[in-house]
């Protein structure tokens, strides 16, 4: 526990109630300022020829008839680009073993994916340059493409890197106790399952765009970008473009969806910011939705062999796994595409006690687009396995689901304690929050309707998930690896003489509201109204350093900065108002914009009039006195490597037996995220959350033929959750505030996603029961459902 | 492919003469010439919806439409919801029901929001999630969205 802990002594005027977010009125007015959005004078376009093969060597390419078109300013092909940039490579020193060669913006010598760019041309317009790379001849030379995951290991599959001896990139194995002893003994039932888990990506509404703008003189490069980071894109693109940092600005204004699709480095993007820096004039760059496609970073693609042991009475003995997941070419720089699986191999069963463990995951290249951190990485597959295989247990042995989460989650007063694979919790409420879930959905009237259902031929399933989730990550997370990813966040508090705040922060909007909650905690903390709070977040050249918006980090780690900041002021504000006043600063307290009497709350002075005491008429003060009407604190988690949130969910749905549809009727969510700051919106964050769940559950999958070649690489043939599918998700919250912060916030943003695919399956295996079949794959698509029945 | 035409339409009650590549479509016109930028691109092949816009009192893709094709006609974009198409109270319950995150769905949101609104239909929830599932969001879930629209039409039957 750090800072002051008295700030919540009192009722609070903002945090914890629903404030509409201030910034969402220019959005609904058409006023947003997206990445797109910009035109600068001089300003031209980088549109990239992209390789339409998944491997294929590059021979040569010429670029003489493009070069002769129309508004084209040059071109530049892998080999150009690679003369500019220092390649880089995405590994990290805490993942022992994690292998992936250097790589380059642009394809050089070899492609090794359809769609890695090869080629740039800059020119006029976006339209221009299309017509352009119908110009440029590249003289590929097609090689065998590695699709498979599981094929991609045998020893005769075709190397994608000739330097290493096979196509793993990672392995790690995690064994406690001996699984295979545990499960061998006489009164231990045994079920084991293959999973599979398709590939999907974020399809963030507003593709990745950037406008890169080299200012000659200043030697400045601005990269204007449409993410979640700023700070470490400007250490990346200072150390690979070889420039100063401090050279390199980076700025974020409104972002139209990230869900971790833009927190990582793009070589496209990274181009854009050397043609800039070579052509000293601005550049964009605006994926379109073809390229997005398979050029964002896609996720999940698990393959996994799980096995669980339960005695007949529920008691989980152990469980374990085997897990093959496909990267892509490359592991994905800076953060590497090996933390889904670590968090798989960290997470899977943490919400339970058990004693037994063996996991197994292998990281694998292959021909297709490249894998990373996704919303909810590693989530919903750990929490699937676990889940999914305790309900399957359940069902051999004739147990409620219910009933076998009771006997086995960690109990709420076991608090601090570790997981069978050593993550350290506290402050953790599985019991609680399946107890409220039961409230909030009926189960009993669900499982009677359920019996009824049948009689009637209608299948309905209840599924459910208990959950934990990485939350305000300590520098364990990355740092400690060797990343330049800031754990830490700063926030800036400072009074104008007009008595307003203005306030900015290190961590960033996407729309999840930080700028509300982080305007919310500065009103209530410092004592100001909410009106009169401006936020800067976004700017590298304006807001304290700090790692943006990752791991629901936000409003735990940036709003406890924010906190600590805003009380900082307040102190150095009282001191100063105790001189004017001539009273004593801890007989003064500011509320709504007035110094006041602490006890009386009679009205002293009001802020600006003091602010212009301070900055007009110094003459007033004493000489010995040098107020400071600016704070400045930083944050970051000490006392555990991450703050878990947990939670309990339930999905109801329907599963039409004759055309394989799967209906979600209802879902429920219970969270306990700490203290919640603005109920509205964490409320929200669950249900798109939820929603990104569904959509991989049911929905989403990135097809891939033998050649790789992405097949449904459309908006129009990739199916995201659409309004009239989508359930009504009923949101609930516990309250157990984490005791690593005075704010006592854990992270919200995830959860949702990580849960949600589990329940689903769940009920989907819960509904077909009676029909004695199950289905193991994800996204569950009405073929898969038809197959399982046998009826095709 | 360069070939120019000159056009002229209203769009939010002002008048444009302009001349436009003939291959432009209407979203990167209204975007790109006359710096309507509230108006968003998610797709370019009219499935996200959030390009939508009101072409001649009806919603159209502006993605799948010419700028050429806009010639002579009246044109409203989410920079003119507030004032020509009396949305102010779609607008403050999207707002205070929190019916958007990023905000790069909205503005073809609201559009369909509001011709469902103007067609009087009822505050249905299933009607409502059917009408809007031709826009595309990633972020809410939709269902605060269905609240505000919900709201909306009981505020205006309550009035
Ligand atoms: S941009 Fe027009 S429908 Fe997607
Ligand atoms: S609010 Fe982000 S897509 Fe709808």
Redesign the pocket.
């Known amino acids: 526990m750090t800072g002051p802990a008295t700030v919540f002594d009192k009722p609070t005027d903002y945090i914890g109630k629903s404030i509409p977010r201030s910034d969402a009125a220019r959005l609904l007015r058409g006023k947003g300022r997206y990445v797109d959005d910009m035109q600068l004078p001089r300003m031209v376009h980088a549109v990239f020829l992209r390789s339409p093969y998944a491997h294929a060597k590059i021979n040569a390419i010429d670029i003489s008839q493009a070069m002769k078109l129309p508004g084209v300013v040059a071109i530049y092909t892998g080999k150009d680009i690679a003369q500019h940039v220092e390649p880089y490579v995405g590994v990290l020193s805490h993942l022992p073993g994690l292998r992936s060669p250097a790589q380059y913006p642009l394809a050089v010598d070899v492609a090794r994916w359809q769609g890695e760019p090869v080629a740039v041309v800059i020119c006029a317009s976006r339209a221009l340059g299309e017509d352009a790379l119908e110009h440029i001849r590249v003289d590929y030379e097609k090689l065998t493409a590695v699709t498979d995951t599981l094929n991609a290991l045998s020893p005769d599959a075709p190397l994608i890197h000739e330097e290493y001896d096979s196509n793993l990139a990672w392995k790690r194995q995690v064994e406690v106790g001996n699984l295979e002893e545990a499960l061998a003994q006489d009164d231990v039932v045994v079920v084991e399952k293959q999973i599979k888990f398709g590939r999907h990506t974020g399809v963030t509404?507003e593709t990745r765009a950037t406008v890169c703008d080299y200012i000659p003189g200043d030697g400045q490069l601005i990269m204007y970008y449409a993410g979640q980071a700023p700070h470490m894109l400007q250490f990346i693109l200072a150390k690979h473009l070889d420039m100063l940092e401090e050279n390199v600005r980076v700025v974020a204004h409104d972002v139209?969806?990230s869900f971790g699709i833009k927190v990582h480095t793009y070589g496209d993007e990274i181009a854009t910011a050397i043609v800039a820096k070579l052509l000293k004039r601005p550049v964009k760059f605006t994926a379109d939705r073809l390229e997005s496609f398979v050029t964002d970073i896609h996720a999940r693609d698990h393959f996994v062999d799980a096995k669980i042991g339960v005695k007949k009475d529920g008691t989980i003995v152990g469980m374990g796994f085997n897990d093959f997941t496909g990267i892509g070419p490359f592991s994905m720089y800076p953060r590497t595409s090996a933390i889904e699986c670590n968090q798989i191999l960290n997470l899977t069963g943490a919400p339970y006690q058990f004693e037994h463990y063996h996991a197994v995951g292998h990281v694998v290249f292959q021909n297709k687009t490249l894998m990373c951190q996704y919303r909810a990485v590693g989530h919903p597959i750990a929490m699937a396995i676990s889940d999914c295989m305790i309900e399957e247990a359940a069902r051999v042995i004739g147990m409620d689901p219910v009933k076998i989460r009771r006997k086995n989650l960690i109990p709420d007063d076991a608090y601090p304690t570790k997981s069978t694979t050593g993550m350290r919790f506290d402050d953790l409420s599985h019991h609680a929050c399946l107890d409220k879930l039961l409230e909030i959905m009926d189960y009993d009237a669900l499982l009677e309707d359920q019996q009824n259902a049948r009689g009637n031929g209608i299948y309905r399933g209840i599924g459910f998930v208990s959950l934990v989730e990485v939350t305000n990550p300590s520098p364990m997370f990355y740092g400690v690896g060797g990343a330049p990813i800031a754990s830490q966040d700063g926030a800036t508090v400072r009074l104008d003489a007009a008595g307003a705040l203005h306030i900015s922060s290190s961590v960033t909007e996407q729309?999840q509201g930080t700028n509300a909650i982080l305007q919310q905690i500065a009103a209530d903390v410092f004592g100001v109204s909410i009106e009169r709070v401006k936020v800067t977040t976004g700017d590298t050249a304006t807001v304290p350093y700090g790692g943006g918006t990752w791991a629901s980090r936000g409003a735990g780690i940036g709003g406890e900065a924010m906190l600590l900041a805003s009380h900082a002021l307040k102190e150095q504000v009282l001191d100063t108002a105790a001189v004017i006043l001539q009273a004593k600063p801890e007989d003064l307290d500011i509320a709504f914009g007035e110094i006041v009497n602490k006890g009386s709350r009679e009205r002293k002075i009001s802020l600006g009039d003091l602010a212009k005491i301070v900055y007009y008429r110094g003459n007033e003060l004493p000489h010995d006195l040098k107020p400071e009407l600016i704070a400045t604190r930083h944050y970051r988690v000490t006392d555990f490597p991450f703050v878990f949130t947990n939670g309990a969910m339930a999905a109801h749905v329907e599963v039409d037996t004759n055309t394989g549809l799967i209906k979600i009727l209802h879902f429920w969510a219970v969270e306990d995220c700490g203290r919640v700051i603005n109920p509205q919106l964490v409320d929200d964050q669950i249900r798109g959350g939820v929603v990104q769940g569904i959509g991989g559950a049911l929905y989403e999958e990135c097809v891939y033929d033998s050649d790789g070649q992405m097949q449904n690489a459309s908006m129009a043939d990739y199916l995201v959750p659409m309004a009239s599918e989508m359930p009504e998700i009923t949101v609930a919250h516990v309250e157990t505030y984490t005791k690593t912060s005075v704010l006592g916030a854990k992270g919200a943003g995830e959860a949702g996603t990580g849960g949600a695919p589990a329940a689903i399956m769940n009920a989907v295996n819960n509904a077909l029961e009676p029909l004695n079949c199950g289905l193991w794959q994800m996204p569950m698509t009405p073929e898969r459902v038809l197959k399982a029945l046998g009826k095709i | 492919m360069n070939k120019t035409a000159q056009i002229e339409l209203i769009v939010n009650g002002e008048k444009y003469f302009e001349n436009v590549p003939v291959r432009m479509n209407l979203a990167d016109f209204l975007r790109n010439k006359l710096g309507l930028t509230g108006t968003h691109v998610g797709c370019e092949h009219g499935v996200c919806g959030a390009c939508t816009i009101f072409l001649d009192g009806v919603t159209a893709r502006s993605c799948l439409t010419l700028a050429v094709q806009a010639d002579e006609t009246e044109i409203t974009t989410i920079e003119g919801y507030e004032t020509d198409k009396n949305a102010s109270d779609l607008i403050k319950n999207f707002h205070k029901r929190n019916a958007?995150?990023?905000?790069?769905?909205?503005p073809g949101?609201l559009a369909s929001s509001i011709e469902y609104i103007e067609q009087g239909n009822p505050p249905d929830r299933k009607k409502v999630k059917e009408h809007i599932s031709g826009n595309?969001?990633?972020?809410?879930g939709y269902q605060a969205i269905v609240d505000a629209i919900c709201t909306t039409i009981q505020e205006r039957q309550s009035r």
Do not use: D, K, N, P
Not at chain 2, 100 to 106: A, D, E, N, S
Not at chain 2, 136 to 140: A, D, I, K, L
């Open positions: 509404l139209g969806g729309g | 958007l995150q990023c905000g790069y769905c909205t949101m595309y969001c990633r972020c809410t």
